[in-house]
């Protein structure tokens, strides 16, 4: 799978420089956005878009973002030859900060509606102790469509793991991401017991809806299909996803990287998968042994995205915003309303498939 690999705002541009670090995208397939050219790492020489018409940044206002977004498409900076060159563009972005956040749903458009490119979202969510990252949050998967693939990393997920250190948590939910995207494309493919073939994995790969993406390393070999099914329940129970409210999944991919001594204790129901994510449309088996390291990785694709999570955020968010002095903040003055007790505000994930190409006008009419 050719992917052109985007980071948006701060933390999409750590991501990005943490897979160009690992070896998961080349600088040349990869592309950086941000507001202000003050934000990109110094090490990075590939291809970058500045948003902002003066070079300054958007702070945590998603409204900034967007206007620097929407002044960028219409200025032609979005103009890229090189996007000829990927049939699958993957956003990774915050879901907290102000670019990323603002910036990305319609950045999504931009590849999708004008390149007609298939569109991964990887969206981090954050520590969920500010207001305003509570709320960007809320608009952010209220302004996603349901026509991209998307996944979230849980930055608060890896707190424990880094002993409460929030810099190397977000060091470890960027691994995270560079394990996904290798699953995502198939990086660890070998031909030996070859059963997914390219068009398998670009199909589990690109059905639409959310997505969760595991891969488990194991300590040590297989004693038996219980010992199997172990393994495959705390992946589900330790996944660093936001967890799905329903089972649904379209199409379910598994790689198995197994010792053929370990083949016996492989439960092929894959019964612990399917009760977490639903009984696929769909089911790929990759099966192959590299030498080196055991492990099971596996892809669930088209399921609804978990609203009710979401809307958990948005309680506490509502709880936050108590607390302030709403007159007094002009945060809170210019705060569109977001009665999400009236049904047509609830998140509606379900919107028209956009399929042909647009202009740059007939794209920037959907704004006005």
């Given at each position: 799978?050719?992917?052109?690999?985007?980071?948006?705002?701060?933390?999409?541009?750590k991501?990005?420089?943490?897979?160009?670090?690992?070896?998961?995208?080349?600088?040349?397939?990869?592309?950086?956005?941000?507001?202000?050219?003050k934000?990109?790492?110094?090490?990075?020489?590939?291809?970058?878009i500045?948003?902002?018409?003066?070079?300054t940044?958007?702070?945590?206002?998603?409204?900034?973002?967007?206007?620097?977004?929407l002044?960028?498409?219409?200025?032609?900076?979005?103009?890229?030859?090189?996007i000829?060159?990927?049939?699958t563009?993957?956003?990774?972005s915050?879901?907290?900060g102000?670019?990323?956040?603002?910036?990305?749903p319609?950045?999504?458009?931009?590849?999708?509606?004008?390149?007609?490119?298939?569109?991964?979202?990887?969206?981090?969510?954050?520590?969920?102790?500010?207001?305003?990252?509570?709320?960007?949050?809320i608009?952010?998967?209220?302004?996603i469509?349901?026509?991209?693939?998307?996944?979230?990393?849980?930055?608060?997920?890896?707190?424990?793991?880094?002993?409460?250190?929030?810099?190397?948590?977000?060091?470890?939910?960027?691994?995270?991401?560079?394990?996904?995207?290798?699953?995502?494309?198939g990086m660890?493919?070998?031909?030996?017991?070859?059963?997914?073939?390219?068009?398998?994995?670009?199909?589990?790969?690109?059905?639409a809806?959310?997505?969760?993406?595991?891969?488990?390393e194991?300590?040590?070999?297989?004693?038996?299909k219980?010992d199997f099914n172990?393994?495959?329940?705390?992946?589900?129970?330790?996944?660093?996803?936001?967890?799905?409210?329903?089972p649904?999944?379209?199409?379910?991919?598994?790689?198995?990287?197994?010792?053929?001594?370990s083949?016996?204790?492989?439960?092929?129901?894959?019964?612990?998968?399917?009760?977490?994510?639903?009984?696929?449309?769909?089911?790929?088996?990759?099966e192959?042994?590299?030498?080196?390291?055991?492990?099971?990785?596996?892809?669930?694709?088209?399921m609804?995205?978990?609203?009710?999570e979401?809307?958990?955020?948005?309680?506490?968010?509502?709880?936050?915003?108590?607390?302030?002095n709403?007159?007094?903040?002009?945060?809170?003055?210019?705060?569109?309303?977001?009665?999400?007790?009236?049904?047509?505000?609830?998140?509606?994930?379900?919107?028209?498939v956009?399929?042909?190409?647009?202009?740059?006008?007939?794209?920037?009419?959907?704004?006005?």
């Open positions: 799978m050719k992917v052109m690999l985007i980071g948006t705002g701060a933390a999409g541009n991501a990005l420089m943490s897979a160009i670090n690992n070896g998961v995208i080349k600088e040349e397939d990869a592309l950086m956005i941000n507001s202000t050219s934000d990109f790492p110094e090490e990075y020489n590939g291809d970058t500045v948003l902002s018409p003066n070079d940044g958007a702070g945590k206002e998603i409204a900034v973002a967007r206007d620097y977004t002044s960028a498409v219409k200025n032609g900076k979005f103009n890229l030859d090189k000829n060159n990927y049939s563009v993957v956003i990774c915050s879901v907290e102000g670019t990323g956040c603002g910036s990305t319609i950045i999504a458009k931009v590849f999708s509606q004008m390149y007609h490119k298939n569109v991964h979202i990887i969206a981090f969510t954050g520590f969920e102790e500010d207001v305003r990252g509570l709320k960007n949050t608009e952010f998967f209220k302004n469509s349901s026509e991209y693939i998307i996944q979230t990393i849980s930055n608060k997920s890896f707190l424990r793991l880094a002993g409460g250190n929030k810099f190397k948590a977000e060091e470890m939910a960027n691994n995270e991401m560079c394990q996904r995207i290798r699953v995502l494309r660890d493919f070998i031909n030996s017991k070859q059963n997914i073939d390219d068009t398998d994995i670009l199909k589990v790969s690109n059905t809806g959310y997505m969760t993406v595991e891969k488990q194991f300590a040590k070999p297989l004693i038996d219980e172990k393994i495959i329940k705390q992946m589900v129970y330790n996944s660093k996803s936001i967890k799905t409210e329903n649904g999944a379209v199409r379910l991919g598994v790689i198995l990287n197994i010792d053929p001594a083949e016996d204790a492989v439960d092929y129901s894959f019964a612990d998968l399917k009760t977490a994510y639903g009984n696929p449309f769909e089911c790929f088996l990759q192959q042994w590299d030498g080196k390291q055991e492990y099971i990785a596996f892809i669930a694709s088209g609804q995205m978990p609203l009710s979401i809307e958990a955020i948005y309680d506490r968010y509502q709880e936050q915003t108590a607390k302030v709403k007159a007094s903040d002009d945060f809170f003055a210019e705060m569109q309303s977001m009665s999400m007790d009236e049904e047509d505000e609830k998140f509606d994930m379900i919107r028209p956009q399929k042909s190409q647009m202009s740059v006008d007939d794209f920037m009419k959907q704004f006005e």
